[in-house]
């Protein structure tokens, strides 16, 4: 899908230039992505003289806390109405705030809404906002660039750092087939104003806790393949992360070792927290050949081509997302 609104610019920057108090959104259990993007669009309007509130959902990688030093972090309230702006980055819906949120789809006098995302979604999914929405974007970091840009603002060095930070994360730090030459030039615009791909190297690849590499190794022992080895299945479970001290979010990124196995075509870790139906997480990789976020669609969930993940509503185990998942995948792979 192209622009919902092919020229955002003058309903965003009007939104912009008269809102004073704005409270940012982003999906739940947020990635690098829209981490990234909600630090760098609150510090930008912070420079601006704007109030700038962050309300996060769920749980994050704990290597990821330096991008909100010093941010103003609040609870979801009850009562937007002391907000000029909602902003939603990294989020095309309120329902991908988590059930907690569910209640602004219909909360009555809401401020008005920007809705900054790349994610595909239906008609059906839209809603009144000013929608700055392009699928042919990298990540919602690089839109959000384009935003601050066209606003003709000089974001500070902090938010420099996170837009690099949401760009290099979800295009897999430049390998990907989301990273485009569009990706490349917002890249070395951040660059230019003062950005280290080193630095952000090294934040996000090195000083990693040991528990994440213990679990890494009990994960990497599950690791199965099937469908003539086109599909490699890994699973996390609650006796692992007790006996490694590791938490859910020291998963992030197992999902991608099993695509790194020669004839790999899709992997898939299934994520088992011991809590029952709905809340077994399925994250999924894939070769450029198969697009993973349609096969997450069928359980309700996303993403992108390449990495998208759902949580499956008919699994109370690892097990039956195992099998549930065996079911589609063949399906996918044969297409």
Not at 22 to 39: K, R, V
Not at 109 to 125: G, I, K, S
């Amino acid at each position: 899908m192209t622009d919902i609104v092919p020229d955002w610019r003058p309903a965003a920057l009007e939104l912009l230039n008269r809102s004073r108090k704005i409270l940012i959104l982003t999906h739940h259990n947020p990635d690098g992505d829209a981490l990234g993007s909600s630090a760098a669009l609150a510090r930008t309007l912070i420079g601006q003289g704007r109030q700038a509130d962050i309300a996060l959902i769920g749980a994050w990688a704990e290597r990821l806390n330096f991008l909100l030093t010093g941010l103003f972090l609040v609870e979801l309230p009850d009562n937007l109405a002391v907000y000029d702006l909602l902003l939603l980055l990294d989020c095309h819906s309120f329902d991908r705030l988590g059930p907690a949120a569910k209640k602004l789809a219909v909360m009555k006098n809401r401020p008005p809404v920007m809705v900054v995302d790349h994610h595909p979604l239906d008609e059906a999914e839209t809603f009144k906002a000013v929608w700055l929405h392009q699928t042919s974007a990298s990540s919602t970091g690089e839109l959000t660039w384009a935003l601050i840009k066209a606003w003709g603002v000089i974001p500070p060095l902090l938010a420099v750092e996170a837009l690099l930070v949401a760009i290099t994360m979800d295009t897999g730090f430049f390998t990907q087939n989301n990273t485009t030459a569009t990706s490349l030039r917002a890249v070395a615009d951040l660059v230019d104003l003062g950005g280290s791909l080193d630095q952000i190297n090294r934040q996000l690849k090195n000083d990693l806790p040991l528990r994440r590499f213990k679990l890494m190794g009990l994960v990497l022992n599950t690791l199965t393949l099937y469908c003539g080895g086109r599909l490699a299945v890994m699973i996390v479970t609650p006796a692992f992360l007790e006996q490694t001290g590791a938490v859910i979010t020291d998963t992030e990124e197992l999902a991608e070792m099993g695509r790194q196995v020669v004839g790999v075509i899709l992997s898939a870790l299934v994520k088992d927290v011991g809590q029952g139906f709905g809340t077994i997480r399925v994250s999924l990789r894939s070769r450029e050949s198969l697009d993973a976020s349609a096969l997450a669609r069928v359980f309700g969930g996303g993403g992108h081509r390449q990495a998208a993940a759902y949580d499956d509503p008919h699994a109370g185990t690892a097990g039956v997302a195992v099998d549930n998942l065996l079911r589609w995948a063949e399906i996918f792979l044969n297409d």
